[in-house]
């Protein structure tokens, strides 16, 4: 491998309508973008952008991060994009198990295709490795050619915590800003959102933990005491202990099927971030009002907004996407449960696996790995 700058030339500029990200510094585009002499696109050489680079890229700017995920979802929300269904690769040998590839095309000030393998092996657990893994593929706008691998799965808790920091922010500013947070499921992912929510300005006077594992909420207890969490930590012994006396609760589990059942757990209508999306059953998402990431991807593969589809018959219960929130189209009144649905879009790791490419490009870090396309030639 070899590690060099990439030669790129001038950023594209966005079309009046295409809002941009505020980053502090402008995107560096892909390096494939590079023209010979002659006006032919030229093939991009291949980086391997490894863990340590892409957290060293991320570390600290979870305020940058949250402005590149808004960003993308307006631009998907503008049609600025392509993203179709994922596709779960399952075992039958090993039902818990799966692996997902999230394609997707991001426009606008951004420019990438790519897609996300990323696998989710529940038993990785037992055996104290991470349950998931996943590697992030950047392609070039012009060529199509391959110009990044990215080791994903920080990318992937990035964006979902980013997406879910901004979600908090949207979905509670027509209501009392939320100073008791409940995490149910205590995690990797619920650790990102902590971080997210903290380096984007939240503070709370008390943090409360409940997993089905003690030894998942001791850790993740442990995770917030040694991180100087604001507030009183207490971990408890019943979902619905948890819920009531926390004004945001978030869902951070690998539930596969609806386990909260009870609507009257909800009656001080809390904001709810549901991550892991099939946490809730439909009675709670029918006295709530539903905010989904998109609308068709998220009514799909069981998620308790399925579930609730099937069962009414209609969609007359979601209320819009978090852009609508965004762009004003819709409003989150105070006087409900307020619930967030994302389904992931694969146009978000795009955008974020973009920009560690930019930051790792500025620093002049990119390994790219001589010759990994041998056939350049069409007739040899």
């Given at each position: 491998?070899?590690?060099?700058?990439?030669?790129?030339?001038?950023?594209?500029?966005?079309?009046?309508?295409?809002?941009?990200?505020?980053?502090?510094?402008?995107?560096?585009?892909?390096?494939?973008?590079?023209?010979?002499?002659?006006?032919?696109?030229?093939?991009?050489?291949?980086?391997?952008?490894?863990?340590a680079q892409?957290?060293?890229?991320?570390?600290?700017?979870?305020?940058?991060?949250?402005?590149?995920?808004?960003?993308?979802?307006?631009?998907?929300?503008?049609?600025?994009?392509?993203?179709?269904?994922?596709?779960f690769l399952r075992f039958p040998d090993r039902p818990t198990a799966r692996i997902i590839a999230l394609p997707a095309s991001l426009g606008g000030d951004v420019q990438v295709e790519g897609v996300k393998w990323i696998s989710s092996f529940p038993?990785?657990?037992?055996?104290?490795?991470?349950?998931?893994?996943?590697?992030?593929?950047?392609?070039d706008h012009t060529t199509g050619y391959p110009f990044a691998c990215l080791e994903s799965s920080i990318i992937s808790a990035t964006r979902t915590a980013a997406s879910a920091a901004a979600a908090a922010d949207w979905l509670s500013r027509d209501r009392p800003r939320p100073v008791r947070i409940g995490f149910f499921g205590a995690g990797l992912i619920a650790r990102y959102i902590h971080t997210f929510l903290e380096g984007t300005g939240w503070s709370f006077d008390e943090i409360g933990v409940h997993d089905l594992a003690a030894t998942s909420s001791a850790g993740f207890r442990l995770y917030l005491e040694q991180a100087g969490a604001t507030g009183r930590v207490t971990v408890h012994c019943t979902a619905e202990e948890l819920i009531r006396q926390s004004d945001?609760?978030?869902?951070?589990?690998?539930?596969?099927?609806?386990?909260?059942v009870e609507p009257s757990w909800f009656a001080h209508r809390?904001?709810?971030?549901?991550?892991?999306?099939?946490?809730l059953a439909p009675q709670i998402l029918l006295t709530a009002t539903n905010i989904v990431d998109d609308v068709a991807h998220c009514l799909r593969a069981a998620t308790s907004p399925h579930l609730t589809e099937q069962l009414t018959g209609n969609r007359d219960f979601l209320d819009g996407t978090l852009d609508d929130v965004m762009s004003g189209r819709v409003g989150v009144p105070a006087g409900r449960t307020a619930v967030f649905s994302p389904f992931g879009l694969g146009v978000l790791d795009l955008?974020?696996?973009k920009y560690v490419y930019d930051e790792v490009a500025r620093a002049g870090e990119l390994r790219t790995v001589d010759g990994f396309f041998h056939e350049l030639r069409r007739y040899g």
């Amino acid at each position: 491998m070899t590690t060099a700058r990439a030669t790129t030339p001038s950023p594209t500029t966005p079309s009046p309508t295409t809002p941009s990200p505020t980053t502090p510094s402008p995107p560096t585009p892909g390096p494939a973008a590079s023209v010979p002499s002659d006006g032919r696109p030229a093939v991009p050489p291949f980086a391997v952008i490894t863990g340590a680079q892409v957290q060293h890229a991320l570390r600290g700017r979870e305020k940058d991060i949250v402005a590149v995920i808004e960003n993308a979802y307006r631009l998907h929300g503008s049609g600025a994009s392509v993203n179709p269904p994922s596709s779960f690769l399952r075992f039958p040998d090993r039902p818990t198990a799966r692996i997902i590839a999230l394609p997707a095309s991001l426009g606008g000030d951004v420019q990438v295709e790519g897609v996300k393998w990323i696998s989710s092996f529940p038993e990785n657990v037992a055996a104290s490795i991470p349950r998931a893994s996943a590697v992030l593929i950047l392609n070039d706008h012009t060529t199509g050619y391959p110009f990044a691998c990215l080791e994903s799965s920080i990318i992937s808790a990035t964006r979902t915590a980013a997406s879910a920091a901004a979600a908090a922010d949207w979905l509670s500013r027509d209501r009392p800003r939320p100073v008791r947070i409940g995490f149910f499921g205590a995690g990797l992912i619920a650790r990102y959102i902590h971080t997210f929510l903290e380096g984007t300005g939240w503070s709370f006077d008390e943090i409360g933990v409940h997993d089905l594992a003690a030894t998942s909420s001791a850790g993740f207890r442990l995770y917030l005491e040694q991180a100087g969490a604001t507030g009183r930590v207490t971990v408890h012994c019943t979902a619905e202990e948890l819920i009531r006396q926390s004004d945001l609760v978030v869902f951070a589990t690998v539930a596969g099927a609806p386990h909260v059942v009870e609507p009257s757990w909800f009656a001080h209508r809390p904001l709810v971030l549901h991550v892991s999306l099939r946490d809730l059953a439909p009675q709670i998402l029918l006295t709530a009002t539903n905010i989904v990431d998109d609308v068709a991807h998220c009514l799909r593969a069981a998620t308790s907004p399925h579930l609730t589809e099937q069962l009414t018959g209609n969609r007359d219960f979601l209320d819009g996407t978090l852009d609508d929130v965004m762009s004003g189209r819709v409003g989150v009144p105070a006087g409900r449960t307020a619930v967030f649905s994302p389904f992931g879009l694969g146009v978000l790791d795009l955008a974020v696996g973009k920009y560690v490419y930019d930051e790792v490009a500025r620093a002049g870090e990119l390994r790219t790995v001589d010759g990994f396309f041998h056939e350049l030639r069409r007739y040899g």
